[in-house]
């Protein structure tokens, strides 16, 4: 019989993004295969994780008790409150200081060139210049330099990387928004500002874009903000739900592609 290649698109927005984890506890434990990921932003951390076979209770610990210190590096804002230099180590030492083509699971990270406004995806190269590049919120992050060009968060110019995914050549796409359509938060700092900017920014460029994932997983996060690092649990959680509901069809979906390919 032929399979089906499932490709999972993740999706930017800050804290949100770490309901990625339970979406893809839910998929795990159902047993829902997965041959390709492409992340934006936060999206393409918990995707180089994943992909690199980091167990996902294991990535469940280290969000809830990482403290601050160790990835956070405030500095004399020029081009952002952050250098990056600490998460970047972080993500250099969780991914064994591979390169993106040495993941056993084909992935994708997506940026941005901030000055010419185009998408970049690594497909290869180092995996922590790749998605400290990818997470570079602008503002809050210091910009990456790579190759000449000036790279900033993915989610900017593409928020759930879909059409990355399906030229990996993804069958079926899942694809993460952990972005709400509508957003209840409180606005404390100027961290918030920036971070619920953008993410009313991300979610208007993508309201203009044809989603063309076959199934889109969305789960509730309107109350929790972008900067919220403290709720790591709910925002688990809340992928988890949503992830539950669409079980049943993404099986169906698999089964009805395979029977259509299998008859030809």
Known sequence: ????????????????????????????????????????????????????????????????????KYWLDLTIPRLGFLTGKKVKE??????????MEELPLPTAVVATDLVKGERVVFRSGPIDVAVRASISIPGIFEPVTVNGRTLVDGGVIDRIPITVVKE?????????????KRSSVQIRTVFDVIAQTLSVMEREILNQKLLDADILIHPDLADISPTAFTRVRECIQRGEEAAVIQIERIKRLISDWEERHDDK
């Open 90 to 99: 972080l993500i250099r030492l969780l991914t064994k200081g591979k390169h």
């Open 1 to 68: 019989m032929v399979k089906a290649k499932i490709g999972l698109a993740l999706g930017s927005g800050g804290a949100r993004g770490l309901a990625h984890i339970g979406v893809l506890k839910v998929l795990q434990q159902a047993g829902i295969p997965v041959d390709y990921v492409a992340g934006s932003s936060i999206g393409s951390l918990v995707g180089v994780m994943f992909a690199e076979g980091l167990d996902l209770e294991m990535m469940e610990k280290l969000a809830i008790h990482l403290k601050r």
């Open 168 to 180: 990996m050549g993804a069958d079926i796409v899942i694809a993460v928004d952990v972005v709400p």
